[in-house]
């Protein structure tokens, strides 16, 4: 949701990699039952829908919270938050990033190291394979560009941590809807991103978790949204006329959003990107 220019955080040592939430979850599938007449998209075991099915989703009484740990108190009661504790303890974990995140940690987690290459604001490439070679990115601004740089060999979390937050500090709303492939509203799938930005600045990103569709046809989503400052990323429930229970129309999703001024829809895919 913030611009590269303003998310140029330090990185420190507090980063914790698969930090453990406290209460008990339940999976999407568990938590959110498809509305009547309607059924989830097929999903191989390996795929990233599956993956994202397999995400836990706090209790109902579990708040968003920010990077600094206290709790947002402005979202509806209704909000449903997803156990993803913060990677970071700075204000960089917004709305593109976990769109970012969810990708990479999919990818990497079965072994689909090679699908971890995006490109940054500025249309350089950051790849993972490379990264993990000790080819690292470093931004120089005498040429206002990223330059490689030498380190040793590491595929390790910390190292994974490390192209994580460089990839975070560097990309944004802007990026994905530049670099990642433009798909159609009849072909969004689980995993997909709306990205609103009209300016190449500010903007927000919004990611779909769950599809379902009934005989007919007609879809409806759940859709996850990271923020600004960096909160726990959460999803809302669908007012009425906009969809059912948690679940979206694309059309009832883009009501509900209009309020915030984000602007136009763009669909994009980290399917077949780059």
Known sequence: MTSFLIRQTVFAAVAVFGMTAVATAANVVETFSAPAGYTRVAADSGSFTHYLRQLNILPDTAKV???????????????????????????????????YRLFSDYARSTGLDSLLHFKLQNGQAIYWNRWKRGKHLRYDARHDRHITTGASPDSSDGAYLNFLHYLFQWTGSAA???????????????????????????????????????????????????????????IWKAEEGNGSGYWFTIAGYRRHLAPFNFGPFSLRSFRQSN
């Open 65 to 99: 919270r920010r990077f600094d740990g206290s709790a947002v108190t402005s979202w509806p009661r209704s909000v449903r938050v997803l156990d993803l504790p913060f990677l970071f303890h700075s204000d960089l974990e917004q709305c593109a990033d976990v769109g």
């Open 176 to 234: 994905m809807k530049a670099y990642l492939k433009p798909v159609a509203e009849d072909q969004l799938q689980p995993g997909d991103v709306i990205v609103q930005n009209t300016t190449g600045g500010m903007g927000h990103v919004s990611i779909i978790i769950d599809k379902c569709v009934n005989l007919r046809g007609d879809a409806l989503y759940l859709i996850a949204n990271g923020w600004t400052p960096a909160q726990t990323p959460f």
